[in-house]
């Protein structure tokens, strides 16, 4: 399995401001995704991120709101930009298989950054 | 569109109960199947997945879940439960092939001592 680490892990942001939160694998992947998790309510799939391309972004998420970095198979940030209150939630980071799972579509899970915005 | 369904949002239980969470999905086509289980305090992870053959399909710390095509779903189930399995479970589909997975809405457990 991949092993995922994201930072922050938390923070507290100010309305209007933007927040950017890093996402590192252990190992090449190919693609990598980012959900919303809102409190109460499951896993929202933001937008796919693959390595030299522009990310995909899913229904109601647009890359204005929610810029993607994918500069290499193992990082990729998600910036959620003129923050408000709705933004609060958890942002998770995750990956599909990887080096020692690459053809089984099952994902791999940071541990997430929640952000509070006041 | 595929969508999952899962039927419970909250179940509670005493030890050495019997579990089963139901999950129900939408897809016509061949999919992959799989729970998820967040611990308190823990990252999501991977309890169990369905990709073929046997639809019986054994995971980690005594779960197992039970694909029904017929149905459209995949259910789990553990014999006997116990307090640290209290977490929530997530069901999720894909179709493979680069589809997006799909997330159900959760069920929290509950585990009395």
């Known amino acids: 399995s991949a092993v995922i680490s994201q930072k922050p892990s938390r923070d507290i942001c100010q309305r209007g401001t933007s927040l950017t939160i890093q996402c590192q694998v252990d190992s090449q992947v190919t693609m990598m995704f980012w959900y919303r998790q809102q409190p109460g309510q499951s896993l929202t799939l933001i937008a796919t991120a693959n390595q030299g391309s522009e990310a995909t972004y899913e229904s109601g998420f647009v890359i204005d709101k929610f810029p993607i970095s994918r500069p290499n198979l193992t990082f990729s940030t998600l910036t959620v930009s003129n923050m408000s209150p709705e933004d609060s939630s958890i942002y998770l980071c995750?990956?599909?298989?990887?080096?020692?799972?690459?053809?089984?579509?099952?994902?791999?899970f940071g541990p997430g950054t929640r952000l509070t915005v006041l | 569109a595929q969508s999952v369904s899962q039927h419970n949002h909250h179940v509670i239980l005493s030890e050495a109960a019997s579990l089963e969470l139901g999950c129900n999905y939408s897809y016509g086509g061949t999919v992959n199947l799989f729970w998820y289980v967040q611990y308190p305090g823990q990252h999501l992870q991977l309890l169990l997945k369905y990709f073929s053959g046997d639809p019986l399909v054994k995971g980690i710390k005594g779960f197992e879940a039970e694909f029904i095509k017929s149905k459209f779903s995949f259910n789990l189930r553990k014999p006997s439960v116990q307090w640290s399995d209290t977490a929530e479970y997530f069901c999720?589909?894909?179709?493979?092939?680069?589809?997006?997975?799909?997330f159900g809405a959760g069920t929290r457990l509950f585990v009395k001592a």
């Open positions: 999720a589909v894909n179709a493979g092939g680069g589809f997006k997975t799909i």
């Open positions: 995750s990956v599909e298989g990887g080096a020692a799972d690459p053809s089984t579509d099952t994902q791999y």
